[in-house]
C-alpha cells in the first residue's frame, strides 16, 4: 500500500525494473556528458579571471584523435540507447497470444473492467501474477489514459477506437491505478487500484465473485435482443454477411481494398456500417451509434469474436 504515496513506486513488473534501469542508465550518461562542461567552466573562470596572470595564448598544437572522440563516444552511447529504448517501446505492441484478455470501458469518472468469464469490476482491476494480461480499452465519452505508475504503463483510451496494454506483473500486491488524461470536472478522482493475486488466489476471486455469463453469452442474448439475428442468421431471407468465423479473416470490400476483421473492424461494422461495406453485400445495415453503449459493443464483439466456422446463430 506503500506505493499509493510513494514518490518513486516500487516496480512490480520485470518492465518496470527495465525502465527503471533504462532511466538510471541515460541519467548517469547525462551528468557524465555535462558535468565537464560546468566543471571547466568554474575551472577556466577561475583561472583566467581578471588581474589573474595566466598564459593567455591558444595552445601551439591540436589533438585531433581527442576532439574526434567526445563526438564519437556520445554519439555511440546515445545509439546504444536508442536501440534500448526502441526495443522496450516495441515489445508494448507485441502481447503474448496466450495473454488473458480483459475489457475495459472508460467514462467520467470510472473504470469499468469485464474479465472473460462475465466478471465485472469498478475501479478495481484483479489480475493473476505471472501471467500475461492483455487490456482491450475503450471510451464512452472523451479521451482517458489508463495510468499504472508501478507498471511504469499509459495509455490513451479514446472514443471511436480500441486501444491496448499489455503486462506481467510478478509482485502480488495492490497498485494505484489513475487517469492520466484531464477529462472533466471529477478527473481527480478517477483512480482506483489493480490486485496482483497468486494464480491460485485468483482462481478463487473468479469463483467467488461468480457470474452467470461470459462477455460471450451476454453478446448473443443482445445479437437476438437487437434483431441482429434477424439478418445475420443463416436461414435469414436478408443478404447479410455471415459472421460464423469472421473474426481476423480477410474480408474484401466494394471499394476494392481488402481489410482483416479484427475487434476494431467489427466495432466499425456495428457503429459505421457504411465507412466499409462488404464487397458483394448492399448497404442496407442501419447504424447503432447513439443506441449501443461501449459495454454493449464489447459484448457483441466478444460474441463475434467466439463463433467458429459452421456455427449457427440464433
Given amino acids: ?34 558535468a565537464p562542461v ?10 583566467y579571471r581578471r588581474g589573474k596572470p595566466a598564459d593567455r595564448r591558444h595552445a601551439p598544437d591540436r589533438n585531433v584523435w581527442l576532439e574526434v572522440s567526445w563526438t564519437l563516444v556520445p554519439f555511440v552511447l546515445l ?3 536508442y536501440v534500448w529504448s526502441t526495443h522496450l517501446f516495441a515489445g508494448l505492441y507485441h502481447p ?15 473504470w469499468k473492467f469485464k474479465h472473460p468469464e462475465g466478471q465485472g469490476e469498478i475501479n478495481e482491476l484483479h ?18 489514459s489508463l495510468f499504472v505508475p508501478a507498471l511504469r504503463l499509459k495509455q490513451d483510451v479514446v472514443p471511436g477506437r480500441y486501444t491496448s496494454m499489455w503486462f506481467i506483473s510478478d509482485r502480488p500486491g495492490t497498485y494505484r491505478l489513475a487517469c492520466a488524461e484531464f477529462c472533466g470536472a471529477d478527473h481527480s478522482v478517477m483512480g482506483g487500484s489493480v490486485v496482483v493475486m497468486e494464480p491460485a488466489g485468483y482462481a478463487r476471486w473468479l469463483e467467488e465473485t461468480g457470474t452467470e455469463r461470459t462477455l460471450a453469452a451476454e453478446g448473443a ?34 471499394s476494392g481494398g481488402t481489410v482483416i476483421a479484427d475487434a476494431q473492424y467489427l466495432r466499425d461494422s456495428i457503429l459505421l456500417p457504411q465507412a466499409q461495406i462488404a464487397a458483394g453485400y448492399p448497404p442496407i445495415m442501419p ?28
Fill in 79 to 81: 545509439i546504444v540507447f
Fill in 221 to 254: 442474448v443482445l445479437f437476438r435482443q437487437r434483431g441482429c439475428s434477424g439478418c445475420h442468421d443463416p436461414a435469414s431471407t436478408v443478404h447479410a454477411p455471415d459472421l460464423a468465423g469472421l473474426y481476423m479473416r480477410p474480408v474484401p470490400l466494394e
Fill in 96 to 110: 503474448p497470444a496466450e495473454a488473458l484478455e480483459i475489457d475495459v470501458v472508460a467514462r467520467q469518472w470510472m
Fill in 127 to 144: 489480475v493473476p501474477a505471472g501471467e500475461p494480461v492483455r487490456l482491450v480499452m475503450a471510451s464512452q465519452d472523451v479521451v482517458h
Fill in 38 to 47: 560546468f566543471i571547466l567552466i568554474v575551472v577556466f573562470a577561475t583561472k
Fill in 1 to 34: 500500500m506503500s506505493d499509493f504515496i510513494a514518490l518513486w513506486p516500487g516496480a512490480a513488473s520485470a518492465y518496470s525494473r527495465e525502465v527503471d534501469l533504462l532511466i538510471g542508465a541515460f541519467t548517469i550518461l547525462i551528468l557524465a556528458l555535462s
Fill in 287 to 314: 447504424t447503432f451509434a447513439n443506441i449501443l453503449d461501449e459495454e454493449e459493443v464489447l459484448k457483441l464483439v466478444a460474441y463475434i469474436q467466439s463463433l467458429k466456422g459452421g456455427k449457427e446463430l440464433q
